[in-house]
């Protein structure tokens, strides 16, 4: 089934291949069991076949975000993520997590932890694993935290790299002095007004932290009845509807057989919507002189 009504790609006449893209730091969000970790496993592997350096961020508690890159088994048994990496805390800051009363760097250099525990995945992509980290708030600081802290500041603002983050839907790894490096937020909703609430609430958030620049993505979309709930919820909120991705058996099959999309049913419907977001956040990234904020938000 082909959803081509929506297409986001339509504002531009270029395609991605006419310029040199400038990297774009993609968060995506949403309720859990929406599709987010497919979204953004399968378009940081999109972005690195086009040869892109890209970095992707598992950002969620439930750190599925490797096994759905394709990262091996045996690797993905010895990630330690780096919320739990004692000895790169101490390293950092000066102190151990847990240790009362110690005085700690709360802005340490982390400019070599994205290559030095980034884990490698297929095409290319690099992981970092970020484990969980406090809400924000007064109070809430502490040496693994100023550590993760400092990590988001790097990647999202001071390296080059292409950046696909997932998140959970708090938000939770983004603070104000990181929010500035989040050129996208990508909410991705299913036919249900459980996810649409929460987009709602992650699109208040987002304002909140003062991200801008936002967009839905409608994911397991089965036809266009539910496509027409989904707008509509969307416009209520009100969030631009991007892409819209159809409910794909070969996709529940590859989560089922522990396999990425994109290596078991690479010519899938879904993946090929996945692949026509791809292009519209490259196109919007040859021209950032113009305001990407002015093409998403209605």
């Known amino acids: 089934m082909s959803f081509r009504e929506v297409d986001p790609r339509s504002a531009w006449h270029t395609t991605a291949e006419d310029e040199c893209a400038v990297p774009l730091k993609l968060a995506i969000a949403g309720k859990g069991g929406v599709g987010k970790t497919f979204v953004a496993a399968s378009l940081a592997r999109i972005l690195a076949r086009k040869g892109l350096e890209t970095i992707a961020i598992d950002a969620d508690p439930a750190m599925n975000l490797g ?6 088994q045996d690797k993905l048994a010895t ?8 000895d790169l805390i101490a390293e950092k800051t000066g102190a151990r997590p847990g ?10 250099n982390v400019s070599d932890v994205a290559d030095r525990y980034g884990v490698e995945a297929p095409d290319g992509v690099r992981l970092l694993v970020m484990g969980t980290v406090k809400s924000g708030g007064i109070g809430c600081m502490c040496p693994a935290n100023a550590l993760l802290r400092a990590l988001m500041r790097n990647v999202l603002i001071e390296r080059k790299e292409f950046v696909v983050m997932d998140m959970e839907a708090g938000l939770e790894h983004l603070g104000r002095g990181t929010v500035r490096g989040v050129d996208l937020l990508l909410t991705v909703v299913e036919p249900g007004n459980q996810s649409l609430d929460t987009a709602s609430k992650i699109r208040r958030l987002a304002q909140d932290l003062g991200i801008g620049r936002m967009a839905g993505i409608a994911n397991k979309v089965r036809g266009l009845k539910e496509m027409g709930f989904i707008r509509e919820r969307l416009a209520n909120i009100p969030l631009t509807l991007c892409s819209v991705i159809p409910f794909d058996l070969r996709v529940t099959e590859a989560d089922m057989l522990g396999l990425p999309a994109i290596d078991y049913a690479p010519a899938s419907p879904a993946l090929k919507e996945v692949e026509a977001l791809s292009e519209w956040v490259l196109m919007s990234s040859d021209t ?5 904020a002015g093409r998403l938000n209605a």
């Open 79 to 86: 990630i330690v993520p780096l919320s739990d990496n004692s």
């Open 67 to 72: 096994r759905s890159l394709g990262v091996a």
């Open 99 to 108: 240790e009362m009363g110690s005085v700690f760097n709360v802005t340490p």
């Open 288 to 292: 950032p002189d113009e305001p990407r």
